[in-house]
């Protein structure tokens, strides 16, 4: 069956911080990737998404970027981390057979 | 482009009580339309979606929503709310089976005893 697993679930990191949040399905070959980011009082905002192998989209100007090193591995990262980058980070992936798929999330506190 | 609306940020309904969660889109071409459902501090839990078949769309945990083109909505509905329904409703869009979901800014349903 097909799984997600994201980590860490919750981190406390401190402003101008480094930032790697780790994704990884299982149970799917090439997936389409994707992470979001849920602000406080806010939706779900697509932040990047990847249709394969080192191939990232963004959907919004930002601090953070991703990579997608190996084909069911997605992460996100930040060399600087901004007060604003706070929020509840969402993986997800998606295929033709499956849908989608959410992670269980992780909470970013930046202080 | 595609996007979606969800009207009211907080519903509040009492235990027994219908539950009417209102989504419209906006799609250019036939959408695919999702409900999902988010506890706290959890990942997003698929409650049903539409992808052009019948449009009455039962899903899990008895909710039910129905795909009106004509009014470009997709209210999520349930007879009677539970306490543990108490949880965030996202509606989401996308225009193929694959890509990118966009979601609505969520409503929060409380459920009083």
């Known amino acids: 069956s097909q799984t997600i697993h994201q980590w860490p679930a919750t981190l406390v990191q401190p402003v101008g911080s480094p930032l790697s949040l780790e994704c990884t399905v299982e149970g799917t070959s090439n997936p389409n990737l994707y992470w979001y980011r849920q602000a406080a009082g806010r939706g779900l905002q697509l932040l990047f998404y990847s249709v394969g192998i080192g191939q990232i989209s963004s959907e919004v100007p930002q601090n953070l970027s991703a990579s997608r090193p190996q084909d069911r591995q997605f992460i996100l990262s930040s060399k600087k981390l901004l007060l604003s980058d706070s929020g509840f980070y969402l993986c997800?992936?998606?295929?033709?057979?499956?849908?989608?798929?959410f992670g269980s999330g992780t909470r970013l506190t930046v202080v | 482009a595609q996007s979606v609306t969800q009207l009211g940020s907080h519903v509040s309904v009492s235990e027994g009580a219908l539950v009417l969660l209102r989504c419209n889109y906006s799609?250019?071409?036939?959408?695919?339309l999702f409900w999902y459902v988010q506890y706290p501090n959890q990942g997003l839990q698929l409650l049903l979606k539409y992808t052009s078949a019948a449009t009455l769309v039962k899903g899990i945990n008895g909710f039910e929503a129905e795909f009106k083109k004509s009014e470009t909505s997709f209210h999520l509905t349930k007879p009677s709310a539970h306490m543990s329904d108490a949880a965030e409703y996202f509606c989401?869009?996308?225009?193929?089976?694959?890509?990118?979901?966009?979601f609505g800014q969520g409503t929060e349903l409380s459920v009083k005893p």
């Open positions: 799609s250019s071409v036939p959408p695919y």
């Open positions: 989401a869009v996308t225009v193929n089976q694959g890509g990118k979901l966009i």
């Open positions: 997800a992936w998606e295929d033709s057979y499956y849908g989608y798929t």
